[in-house]
Nanobody, 125 residues
Framework: QVQLVESGGGLVQAGGSLRLSCAAS????????MGWFRQAPGKEREFVAA?????????SYAESVKGRFTISRDSAKNTVYLQMNSLKPEDTAVYYC?????????????????WGQGTQVTVSS
């Protein structure tokens, strides 16, 4: 049974940083994409970042986080990270880890097969 468990969320002031972690178990995702999505109250879940190793590391970011967030992975630990810097109040959301079983970096919800339970990130102004 595949499980994705996020950690690292919390409350931070604007301009601060947080690092989210997502540990996968039940299956190895080293050659498959893993990503982060977020959902703010009253809004749809949206893509944040994704990563895949395919002869080299390939990453993709939403425009709203490019230059501030960095996605990385430790394949040996089957874990993906999201380093979030220069956080803004509009980054407040529940952040979800996701993993796919198709070898391409997807930016939509339907392209991911497994999801974590989410971790709350709150950025105060």
């Amino acid at each position: 049974q595949v499980q994705l468990v996020e950690s690292g969320g919390g409350l931070v002031q604007a301009g601060g940083s947080l690092r989210l972690s997502c540990a996968a178990s039940g299956r190895t995702f080293s050659s498959y994409p893993m990503g982060w999505f977020r959902q703010a109250p009253g809004k749809e879940r949206e893509f944040v970042a994704a990563i895949i190793w395919s002869g080299g590391t390939i990453t993709s970011y939403a425009e709203s986080v490019k230059g501030r967030f960095t996605i990385s992975r430790d394949s040996a630990k089957n874990t993906v990270y999201l380093q979030m810097n220069s956080l803004k109040p509009e980054d407040t959301a529940v952040y979800y880890c996701a993993a796919a079983t198709r070898r391409r970096v997807g930016r939509t919800i339907n392209e991911y097969d497994y999801w974590g339970q989410g971790t709350q990130v709150t950025v105060s102004s």
